[in-house]
């Protein structure tokens, strides 16, 4: 049973370019969040998607979007990047019914590099 | 807006001994959950606990306790006989309407 995958795993890009994060998520959940983690610091809440509609956001500036597909898999985009945005970024997916009935599983994450 | 602390940013322990890691929130809601999560260096983040807050029975998952006080808002979780793979970085987690807000987490060495 393949767990949460997360492409690629490291990236690295130029301040003012865009970039685009994958997630594909654990078998059978339906859900999928995004999360930033600076160097240091705990995650913070991006987004969350479900019937590929975003459904929750966080404190992040439009610059940030997501996109679900119909097999629930995700993207995270980030135009215009700026070097604050250099983090790991991790997917996490769950079951709508319930994220604390169905807890998160989370991918490994994409480490991502502005410079 | 809710808010979680981790008061101890690194701790080093021996194998075999017992560890608390502190946790304190803030929240006005009275319904909630909490967790605490593990990430190793393979970076990814793995459930180690999780407690309903209308529930007042501490939550145990083997060598793992928590410690809840919920008027103190505070969260802590206990490791007993500690071993050389529970190093990692610890985040306790508090979770409402599907937003999950972590700590900034603590450091945990266990030495051999």
């Known amino acids: 049973d393949a767990g949460v995958t997360q492409s690629p795993t490291h990236l690295i890009k130029t301040r003012g370019q865009q970039v685009t994060l994958r997630c594909s998520p654990k078998s059978g959940h339906d859900t999928v969040s995004w999360y930033q983690q600076a160097l240091g610091q705990g995650p913070q809440f991006i987004f969350q998607y479900y019937e590929e509609e975003e459904r929750q956001r966080g404190n992040f500036p439009d610059r940030f979007s997501g996109h679900q597909f119909p097999n629930y898999s995700s993207e995270l985009n980030v135009n215009a990047l700026l070097l604050g945005d250099s983090a790991l970024y991790l997917c996490a997916s769950s079951l709508r019914q319930g994220t604390y009935n169905s807890p998160l599983h989370f991918g490994n994450g994409t480490r991502l590099t502005v410079t | 807006a809710q808010t979680v602390t981790q008061s101890q940013p690194e701790m080093s322990v021996q194998e075999a001994e017992t560890v608390t890691l502190s946790c304190t929130y803030d929240?006005?809601?009275?319904?909630?959950?909490l967790f605490w999560y593990k990430q190793p260096p393979s970076r990814q983040m793995i459930l180690v606990i999780r407690q309903e807050a209308y529930k007042q029975q501490n939550a145990t998952e083997n060598r793992f306790s928590v410690n809840f006080q919920k008027a103190a808002k505070s969260f802590s979780l206990k490791i007993s006989d500690s071993q050389l793979g529970d190093t990692a970085m610890y985040f306790c987690?508090?979770?409402?309407?599907?937003?999950?807000?972590f700590g900034k987490g603590t450091r945990l060495h266990i030495l051999p």
């Open positions: 987690a508090f979770a409402r309407d599907d937003k999950i807000i």
């Open positions: 929240t006005s809601e009275n319904n909630y959950y």
